[in-house]
């Protein structure tokens, strides 16, 4: 057996490799997917997304094979990302003298023909590869090998849009706590606080544009899955097995799920709208505009909306429409099975004062709004993980979505200096609180 050498640039590959905290993680259903994809489309019984650190090749995703990492020295990966060519094949593993007596191959994984495309980033440094395997001799066609570099491109859109969130992440809980400083200083330092606060707009443009375009490329490296997928649906979808025609079925529903995943994340990232132009506007106008939006939903859950009070809210229209779409579908999507379903919703006109537990103005107006629903609610120590993006309480398998709507719900309110909450039990419906400020007049002080 011949031990792959280590890369050229190996310090740099490893902390980058590092940086995206992927190595030892949890598994994930967009990354199995992708392995199910390309076995399907190669033909073969196994694919992996294979991640080599110093000492390991980790097994992001493991399709068909039983480890989930392998020493190194036995690594066909190894030796994949420091080829030269844009694959990495081995016809017959047993007539190569690099890993005819390898223990992947002697031994239970019986790993007789291996391909693998390099998973490279924008620095031309690999991370690891997607490859397949079978247990028998076999080459790839030109349209499976093409198909295996888009795989392994989408892999890499994954990762990276990983890597952009954790720094998007990061970005914001430093912001916020930049921010909190800022409001202790800000009347001996009023100058100064105005020259940070544009600092912070630049910081946020920047934070936008980079999730938009991140999510913007995904979009290309999908259309192309979904091409093949519809390929494959026109001229093979008759050979299938009836497995076959099942794994098939959940990777076009995966690919969906992704097209819907990288849409909630264009709507977040353009969520952020600093210097917004606001409309005095009636609560229950924006209520009604949504539930014409939700008309088929609403009626095929047989769910009921009720307006119980209303009030004027200083809000930017669009967004507050968004705002209550993402809500209201919530309260479809966790609705019980086989009760009524119902959403209820008041508003009214505070003072800061009147809540001296909600961190408000004390001397300032606020609108009040509850929504609430007789769902099947959640735990109460969730209430503040329910607004993380990507956080969701439920399997996909069970109540489908993208764990962003609730995101984008929170960011609305904060872009309307405003503050939201929500109390909840299990099998009891959830009951959301929102305090938004009541714009005040330029000419005489009073409120609007």
Do not use: W
């Amino acid at each position: 057996m011949q031990k792959a050498s280590y890369h050229a640039r190996e310090a740099e590959r490893i902390k980058l490799l590092q940086s995206y905290s992927i190595l030892d993680s949890l598994p994930e259903i967009e990354y199995d997917n992708l392995t199910k994809l390309a076995a399907e489309i190669c033909k073969t019984p196994v694919s992996l997304i294979s991640l080599v650190d110093d000492s390991r090749q980790l097994f992001k995703s493991h399709f068909g094979f039983e480890l989930e990492e392998t020493p190194r020295e036995q690594s066909f990966c190894a030796h994949a990302i420091n080829g030269d060519g844009s694959i990495f094949m081995i016809e017959d593993t047993r007539m190569d003298e690099r890993f005819r007596d390898n223990p992947l191959v002697t031994g239970r994984s019986d790993i007789i023909f291996y391909a693998g495309v390099p998973l490279k980033s924008a620095l031309g440094l690999p991370l690891g590869t997607l490859c397949v395997i079978d247990h028998v001799p076999r080459i790839l066609s030109k349209n499976q090998i093409e198909a295996l570099h888009i795989l392994s491109e989408q892999v890499m859109s994954l990762l990276e849009l990983r890597k952009s969130k954790l720094e998007l992440d990061n970005a914001h809980s430093e912001l916020t706590r930049f921010s909190d400083k800022l409001e202790k200083m800000v009347s001996s330092r009023t100058s100064e606080l105005e020259s940070k606060n544009m600092e912070l707009e630049a910081m946020n443009a920047e934070l936008q544009s980079f999730t938009y375009i991140s999510s913007h490329d995904l979009q290309e490296p999908l259309r192309k899955i979904q091409i093949f997928i519809s390929q494959l649906e026109e001229n093979e979808y008759h050979s299938l097995t009836e497995n076959g025609r099942y794994k098939f079925e959940r990777i076009r529903l995966a690919a969906f799920r992704m097209q819907n995943l990288i849409q909630d994340l264009l709507a977040y990232s353009v969520a952020e709208n600093i210097g917004m132009n606001t409309e005095n506007v009636p609560l229950n106008s924006l209520v009604e505009e949504t539930m014409d939006t939700l008309k088929e939903e609403l009626k095929n859950r047989g769910t009921t909306v009720e307006i119980l009070a209303n009030c004027n809210l200083d809000v930017v229209p669009s967004q507050f429409k968004q705002f209550f779409y993402n809500l209201f579908s919530n309260a479809i999507k966790f609705a019980k099975v086989g009760g009524p379903s119902s959403i209820e919703i008041s508003g009214q006109t505070v003072t800061g004062a009147q809540y001296p537990d909600v961190p408000l103005k004390k001397d300032t107006r606020y609108s009040r709004i509850l929504i609430s629903d007789n769902g099947i609610g959640f735990e109460q120590r969730y209430a503040d993980q329910v607004f993380g993006i990507f956080q969701r309480l439920h399997g996909h398998e069970e109540y489908r979505g993208t764990g962003i709507g609730l995101a984008i719900v929170k960011k609305v309110i904060q872009n309307h200096s405003g503050f939201i909450s929500v109390k909840s039990s299990s099998g009891n419906g959830a009951q959301f609180e929102i305090f938004l400020p009541v714009k005040q007049s330029l000419n005489s002080g009073t409120t609007e």
